[in-house]
């Protein structure tokens, strides 16, 4: 069997997406998804200007090699636009895998190492009773997690607040948005969150919370310590995690379990935050960390450390990327939890899929591959629209992490 085919569609059912379809001379097709929000058509150019041209009449099986060949052959490792395409390639082949011996990704992986995908849901609002009354709604549909994010007094606009409804996630066509911060406004009034929610929800529902990059170390520490009284199930991106060890700082100031890793793109982002255990979940993404293939090798390693896995899973990836995250959820040892976002009903029909939500958990189906399709006579009809996520100053117009 050899690769015959490849393409990258570009299409925009609600949000951007960028996909790829690889091929065989026998007609089987797989898929992997190579959205970079925000910088979408780089990856687009990647793949179809360097990648694509390599690709003609390889051995889809041999995974490991293409991999590396793509990895090491760029001579220029690493980076987002370079992993994102490397992990598309490396998914598609996965579900070119699956389909050639009739059975699902997960099998390939090792096998159904647990029942269902654990996920959490999104609950925003403007303040803590709309953000309440939403994680309200999400325990009533039977979610069994939920991260929580509220306005915070005297900031217009701040991440996690949005339309307020189930399908929160920020765009903005010709130039960005413009959201502001101030870190005493935030620190003061997020313990307050925290404390109401166990208030209305008891201990019994897992709560999250994203600071979204914003915080330095003893910053982060400090709201660590004050959540502790309300058992978060983790604080993500509490800093920027260029600097890992950085860490080591929170770490040695809090119990509160710490989640980072959704922008990074490889195993050496997060090797130190692995080995010395400064954090307790690896966010990495199937499609910007260089695929399952490389996504695995990063489980492995934090398995050896204590880390679990909690895989990135917003819908600014497609459902090719969450098909691929819930059949490495399904399969990994060191599995943690899995975000869930809910598509918008256009991107569900232009992704049909296999996987399905009951009672909290996420199955990837049981269809031969990942079990997602691409409708591209539907995609073609959502064209490509410029967009970009917003942007973050503080209240003097310094910028800031978004
Ligand atoms: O802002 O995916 O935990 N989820 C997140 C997301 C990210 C977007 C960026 O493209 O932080 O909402
Ligand atoms: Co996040």
Redesign the pocket.
């Known amino acids: 069997m050899r690769i015959a085919d490849a393409e990258v569609i570009v299409c925009s059912p609600g949000r951007n997406f960028v996909t790829l379809r690889l091929t065989t001379d026998d007609g089987i097709s797989g898929l992997g998804d190579a959205t970079l929000?925000g910088r979408e058509l780089a990856v687009a150019s990647y793949l179809n200007d360097h990648v694509l041209p390599l690709l003609d009449g390889r051995d889809p099986f041999l995974i490991e090699d293409i991999w590396h060949f793509l990895y090491k052959g760029a001579y220029w490792r690493r980076g987002p636009v370079t992993m994102a395409a490397i992990g598309a390639v490396d998914v598609a082949l996965w579900d070119i895998k699956g389909k050639a011996l009739d059975t699902p990704v997960y099998n390939l992986l090792g096998g159904q190492a647990r029942e269902g995908v654990l996920v959490y849901g999104h609950a925003n609002g403007l303040d803590i009773d709309a953000t309440l009354q939403a994680a309200a709604r999400y325990v009533d549909m039977g979610y069994r997690a939920v991260r929580l994010q509220t306005g915070i007094p005297g900031l217009p606009a701040v991440?996690g607040v949005g339309r307020g409804d189930l399908f929160y996630?920020p765009t903005s066509q010709d130039m960005p948005d413009e959201e502001s911060w101030s870190t005493e406004a935030y620190l003061h009034h997020v313990p307050k969150l925290f404390a109401q929610a166990r208030d209305a929800l008891g201990y019994n529902v897992p709560l999250l919370h994203?600071a979204?990059h914003r915080l330095t170390p003893i910053e982060a520490a400090r709201l660590g310590q004050r959540l502790e009284p309300y058992d978060l199930f983790w604080l993500?991106?509490a800093v920027p995690a260029e600097l890992q060890e950085g860490f080591r700082i929170i770490r040695s100031h809090t119990t509160t379990p710490l989640a980072v890793g959704?922008v990074f793109n490889s195993i050496h982002d997060c090797q130190q935050l692995i080995t010395e255990q400064l954090i307790d979940f690896i966010r990495a993404t199937v499609a910007h960390a260089g695929g399952l293939t490389h996504l695995v090798r990063i489980a492995h390693l934090a398995e050896l450390h204590h880390v679990r896995t909690g895989c990135?899973g917003?819908v600014?990836l497609s459902p090719v990327n969450l098909a691929a995250s819930l059949h490495f959820g399904l399969a990994v040892h060191n599995f943690g939890i899995q975000?869930y976002m809910r598509h918008t009903e256009d991107t569900d029909r232009v992704f049909p899929h296999a996987y399905a939500f009951d009672d909290g958990y996420l199955h990837p189906g049981d269809r031969p591959g990942l079990g997602v399709d691409v409708d591209t006579e539907l995609a073609a009809a959502f064209p490509y629209r410029r967009a970009y996520?917003p942007v973050n100053r503080k209240l003097d117009g310094t910028v800031h992490s978004w």
């Open positions: 929000n991440y996630e994203d979204h993500e991106d959704e990135h917003p600014d975000e996520l």
